[in-house]
């Protein structure tokens, strides 16, 4: 796990696969979270995630990767399905683009953010760039 401070907001970065449940207690007053598209195949696994997300209080979803658009329209639809109107999705097929809006836009730059993406060695680069500038 990568855990630092950017802006004063927590940066938590793990895999999909990780146990995120005390990591996401620990954002009592709600996070942003992104989570990869990178293959079609991580699309349908991702559903339980989402909704267990969305449950502890998640405020936005930011989708990155080229499959982006389809994860974004799996989680408008969740959204929709529960009637949960608050909660924003975003989505970028340009890593670069999205790592940046994810840091310094997500969430009206108020909440954590909680990285999904540690196995994408691209994403963690682009994400350790930013952080170090």
Not at 86 to 101: A, F, M, N, P, Q
Not at 103 to 125: F, H, M
Request: hydrophobic share 40%; proline share 3%; net charge negative.
């Amino acid at each position: 796990m990568i855990d630092k401070l950017y802006m004063g907001k927590p940066v938590v970065i793990l895999s999909l696969l990780d146990e995120i449940g005390d990591c996401i207690h620990n954002f009592r007053n709600g996070f942003v979270v992104m989570l990869p598209a990178i293959e079609v195949e991580t699309l349908e696994i991702q559903e339980q995630l989402i909704h267990d997300l969305m449950n502890d209080g998640c405020m936005e979803f930011c989708c990155i990767g080229p499959h982006a658009e389809n994860l974004n329209d799996l989680i408008d639809k969740i959204i929709e399905e529960q009637e949960c109107y608050t909660i924003v999705t975003t989505w970028y097929d340009d890593l670069t683009e999205g790592c940046d809006y994810f840091l310094n836009a997500a969430g009206g730059g108020e909440y954590p953010r909680l990285w999904l993406v540690k196995d994408y060695k691209q994403i963690t680069s682009i994400i350790q760039s930013i952080l170090n500038d």
